[in-house]
T-cell receptor, first 111, second 110 residues
Framework: SQQGEEDPQALSIQEGENATMNCSYKTSINNLQWYRQNSGRGLVHLILIRSNEREKHSGRLRVTLDTSKKSSSLLITASRAADTASYFC???????????FGTGTRLQVTL | EADIYQTPRYLVIGTGKKITLECSQTMGHDKMYWYQQDPGMELHLIHYSYGVNSTEKGDLSSESTVSRIRTEHFPLTLESARPSHTSQYLCATMLSEGYTFGSGTRLTVV
């Protein structure tokens, strides 16, 4: 069964708007990571948040983690057309450093 | 930052053929992973390795096999390809703050 599920499945916004994606998971984690995938190619690591952290920033990215609700959110501020991609959350439960990926959110940013 | 390379990028092959997907990395990292991803879907771990001579099956059952004779290489082999093996195969190595992925091999078995 899936460890992570994301919503929405797809999101379409205009350039300059903010995009928020949510991820829910089922078991305790060591950390949670977010990745971007362009056009079905390899994934690019965006940000990692540890289980003892509640919020983290990196450039236009803001990630929150609520371990009591087993959920995380990724906020992309002032979106650009180049942000168009699929975004995946991934959880590390500490078992062999294996990551379990969520179902992904497809983000479309239009001009 | 690790460099990780996968070849071929695309492969179309007939049913019953034996294939090997190559994955190599240049940074000497011990932990490497193979994921399978159908179009628009999530990634599923099929194999991983902690280092030379270490290989383990992942969460998704796969008919493929892997080997880790050298740190740099983590090839994946299908002895007899079938249409059900059509998918994208992604190789990754682990850094301290997350995975670095190769560009993937998109396999089509006809």
């Amino acid at each position: 069964s899936q460890q992570g599920e994301e919503d929405p499945q797809a999101l379409s916004i205009q350039e300059g708007e903010n995009a928020t994606m949510n991820c829910s998971y089922k078991t305790s984690i060591n950390n949670l990571q977010w990745y971007r995938q362009n056009s079905g190619r390899g994934l690019v690591h965006l940000i990692l948040i540890r289980s003892n952290e509640r919020e983290k920033h990196s450039g236009r990215l803001r990630v929150t983690l609520d371990t009591s609700k087993k959920s995380s959110s990724l906020l992309i501020t002032a979106s650009r057309a180049a942000d168009t991609a699929s975004y995946f959350c991934a959880t590390d439960t500490g078992t062999a450093s294996k990551l379990t990926f969520g179902t992904g959110t497809r983000l479309q940013v239009t001009l | 930052e690790a460099d990780i390379y996968q070849t071929p990028r695309y492969l179309v092959i007939g049913t019953g053929k034996k294939i090997t997907l190559e994955c190599s990395q240049t940074m000497g990292h011990d932990k490497m992973y193979w994921y399978q991803q159908d179009p628009g879907m999530e990634l599923h771990l099929i194999h991983y390795s902690y280092g030379v001579n270490s290989t383990e099956k992942g969460d998704l059952s796969s008919e493929s096999t892997v080997s880790r004779i050298r740190t740099e290489h983590f090839p994946l082999t299908l002895e007899s390809a079938r249409p059900s093996h059509t998918s994208q195969y992604l190789c990754a190595t682990m850094l301290s703050e997350g995975y670095t992925f190769g560009s993937g091999t998109r396999l089509t078995v006809v």
